[in-house]
Every structure is written in structure tokens, then in C-alpha cells.
């Protein structure tokens, strides 16, 4: 499927006590956990408390939407550390058998558009160094690498953290 096709197939949107089923799922997904910094074997307990926590958010500087494929919630955005027309942004698809299809970056481009709404211009982005998926994603929307700063755990790996910038019109 190409990306405009995909596109049009993704939307954002928020999220929900009802998508708890489908954040269950991913935390049973190894592969999902390990390269996104859950912990592996959370209660569904913990797991529950952790969502609604994300669903009830009211902060002004970090906002989590919801990436829905077809009205399925298929992962989540974050802006976060927003400040003025600046703001961090990242995703996470949460079934690792939908990564290399350009979901990511096509929610990506829906996420920047969407910050965009609310007056972001400069998004930033940081990714592992191994993640070679995400650093080729962020580079083809037009994100510049700025830095290489850090280092931590990237699939029990102790990583180099690239940072990215993007300016947007």
C-alpha cells in the first residue's frame, strides 16, 4: 500500500478507557515491549492504572492521541515537553507485525500535522542508534540529525541516542 493510500486509512484520535484490551495485546508483544521501554511481564493490574493514567492526562505540555487504523487503535503519539512552538514528538505502533509498512511515518506526518493545529513549528525526535527503521523514517519526512547525545538499553543493548530536528512551515 503506498503512503497516501495509508494515509488516508490512519487517523488520530484520543484515547480511551475502551482501548485497554488493545494495550493489553502489546504488552504480551515481546518484540513491542523491548523497543519501547515497557517493562516485560507488567500485571494487567499495573498495566490498567498506567492507562488510565495516560487517558485522564490533563498537562499542558504532553498530550498522547491515539493512531487508529481503520478505527482499530493500532498505537499512540506523543507531543511532549511542549513549550511555545516547540515539542517532542514520538509514536509507538503497538503490534510489532505492522512495522516496515509505513504506519509509522504516515502517523508521524498526522501527528506533525496535527501539532501544527496547535501552533508547533519545531518538532524534535530522538531514536537509538540501532533502530535502523526509525532513523530512516524520521530522515525521510525531513527531520535533520542535530546531535548524538546519551546512551541507554535499546533491546538489552546499551545504545547510542541520536536526536532530531524538524522545522515546520
Known sequence: ????????????????????????????DNDFCEANGWEL????????NWWQKCVENKSTDFIRIGIALKNILIGYGDLACIQGSLAEIGIAIGRSSLWGQGIGQAATVKLIDYGKTIGITTFLAETHETNHRARKMLEQIGFTEISRNGSELYKGIETVLIQYKLVSQ
Open 1 to 28: 500500500m503506498d503512503t497516501l493510500q495509508l494515509s488516508k486509512k490512519i487517523t488520530l484520535r484520543p484515547i480511551e478507557m475502551e482501548d485497554f484490551q488493545a494495550v493489553l495485546l502489546w504488552s504480551q
Open 41 to 48: 511481564n507488567r500485571s494487567p493490574e499495573a498495566l490498567s
